[in-house]
Structure formats: C-alpha cells, structure tokens
T-cell receptor, first 110, second 114 residues
Framework: EAQVTQNPRYLITVTGKKLTVTCSQN?????MSWYRQDPGLGLRQIYY???????DKGDVPEGYKVSRKEKRNFPLILESPSPNQTSLYFC?????????FGPGTRLTVT | AQTVTQSQPEMSVQEAETVTLSCTYD???????LFWYKQPPSRQMILVIR??????QNATENRFSVNFQKAAKSFSLKISDSQLGDTAMYFC???????????FGQGTTLQVKP
C-alpha cells in the first residue's frame, strides 16, 4: 500500500528542547516536502527536497532544518523549538499529478 | 508569486442540498493545476478533485464538480446531495506545472446539518 508515515503523531515539548519528526514514504518518490497548518493560514510549505541530498527552503523555513540522506526518508528537525512553532505538520510525497500526505503531527511547544 | 484565496471561512448546508465553495487564485503561469482537498476531523488530507489548467472541461467526481473560470481565475467546488460525511474543512490549492509545491487557500469549514 502506497503511504507516507510520520512519527510521532502527537508531541508536547518545552521551549529549546531539540526534536525530530520523521517522515517516510514507500513509493520511491523523488520530491518530498513539509508543510505546517495554522488556523486561517491554510498549509504553508516549510522545506522541500527534489532528491537525495537536494533540499531547499519553502515559504516558512525559519527555525527548521531538514535532511535527505535516503530517498524514502525526510526528517524535520527543530533544533530549538519555540511556542510559535506550535502547529500541525504534514509531510508530503509527490510524483506527477499525485500528492500523498502523511497523517499529520500535532506539535505543542510550551 | 501565486496566491490562493478562499473568502468563506465557514459555510453550512442542509443534508441533501447543494453547496458551492469559492476559490480565486492569482498567477501569471499558463501551465498549472488546481485542487480541492478535504480535511475531516481526523486531519487527514484527502484529494477531492483535480483540474488541469489546459483542460476546458470542468472536472467531476461523483457528487463533486468544479466551475473552472480560467480568465477570471476562479475555481469553485460544488457539492451536490450533501451528506453528513461531507462535514470537513476544504482547501483549495494551486500547483505550478510539475513542481511538487502546493499553495493553499485559507480553508473553508463546511458543516452539513441533518
């Protein structure tokens, strides 16, 4: 079954404590991206990757890092989380007309 | 830069009736795609319908259809015979060519009332 998985699904953390949200896809897609969803703003792209070792900033990259060492994995790293990064995060994998979203990660930073 | 605007934050409709959600976009591109996504309370992002800009015919998927007005840059979603399971947030999204990036509108929360 084609899917994008994210972990954890829920996370409550404190300001400044480094965290990583993992993302994995089993479709051999080259293009992967991270979005955050905030009320009244829709989803906004944080970072994207067009292939292994190729990443670039999206519209709201501040405070985030990513890596793409393997084609299937695209982790999102918050090295020093702050309360304004409290949000719902989606990983997505794309090929041609199809865009597959992960189930979302609800992050709360206190 | 492309933008997508959904001007209706909330809408409601009676079960079995028809409702139309509005979306406008701004782009200078000629090759692009437009999408409607449904996000139920589970938060899962579900593709409802897709429209290629080069196609004049409006896309249809069962009870869901779009009114694509390219010159006006308008892309509305019509839901016929509304069902309780249609209750969700709906997002309009734009994608330029074959890039992977989606640009989303703000979302419209639709409630279907029994």
């Amino acid at each position: 079954e084609a899917q994008v998985t994210q972990n954890p699904r829920y996370l409550i953390t404190v300001t400044g404590k480094k965290l990583t949200v993992t993302c994995s896809q089993n479709m051999n897609h080259e293009y992967m991206s991270w979005y955050r969803q905030d009320p009244g703003l829709g989803l906004r792209q944080i970072y994207y990757s067009m292939n292994v070792e190729v990443t670039d900033k999206g519209d709201v990259p501040e405070g985030y890092k990513v890596s793409r060492k393997e084609k299937r994995n695209f982790p999102l790293i918050l090295e020093s989380p702050s309360p304004n990064q409290t949000s719902l995060y989606f990983c997505a994998s794309t090929k041609a007309h199809e865009q597959y979203f992960g189930p979302g990660t609800r992050l709360t930073v206190t | 830069a492309q933008t997508v605007t959904q001007s209706q934050p909330e809408m409601s409709v009676q079960e079995a009736e028809t409702v139309t959600l509005s979306c406008t976009y701004d782009t200078s591109e000629s090759n692009y795609y437009l999408f409607w996504y449904k996000q139920p309370p589970s938060r899962q992002m579900i593709l409802v319908i897709r429209q290629e800009a080069y196609k004049q015919q409006n896309a249809t998927e069962n009870r869901f259809s779009v009114n694509f007005q390219k010159a006006a840059k308008s892309f509305s979603l019509k839901i016929s015979d509304s069902q309780l399971g249609d209750t969700a947030m709906y997002f309009c999204a734009f994608r330029r060519g074959n890039t992977g990036k989606l640009i989303f509108g703000q979302g419209t929360t639709l409630q279907v009332k029994p």
